[in-house]
């Protein structure tokens, strides 16, 4: 019985082909660098690293202007809406925001550092203000 299946061709959609090295199926080439992780990156900051790696990968195989479009939708509904549901649009902005903010903060600089603070900070501000704390 077993002869059987591993002579049998694998059905088309089974077979996947691996995509071509350093490139997200269906996208762009990844940019030059020799990798996401944090060189010496320990506990916390390691394991976020790689569990943000996948997601990376395929936000950057996406056309690049999906995701600008929609946090840039959700952060005017944000606005638009006084009430609790303007405040649940911001709150997934407010969530990429601070995750970018995480994986990048060991290569920024201090203006940069303050700017993400300054971010952060208008955003979780509007949501709680959407979310009636004000």
Not at 1 to 9: E, N, V, Y
Not at 62 to 79: E, Q, S, Y
Not at 99 to 123: D, I
């Amino acid at each position: 019985m077993a002869d059987k299946r591993s002579q049998r061709p694998a059905h088309p959609l089974a077979r996947s082909r691996p995509p071509e090295r350093g490139r997200p199926r269906g996208g762009r080439p990844l940019p030059p660098g020799e990798h996401f992780l944090t060189p010496g990156a320990t506990g916390l900051r390691r394991t976020v690293e790689r569990r943000s790696a996948a997601p990376l990968v395929f936000l950057f195989g996406l056309p690049r202007w999906i995701l600008p479009a929609l946090l840039v939708v959700l952060l005017l509904v944000g606005f638009a809406v006084p009430s609790a549901w303007g405040g649940v649009a911001v709150l997934p902005v407010l969530a990429f925001v601070v995750w970018l903010a995480y994986m990048s903060w060991p290569s920024l600089g201090v203006k940069g550092r303050v700017l993400r603070v300054v971010l952060v900070t208008f955003l979780a501000l509007l949501a709680a203000d959407r979310f009636g704390a004000f």
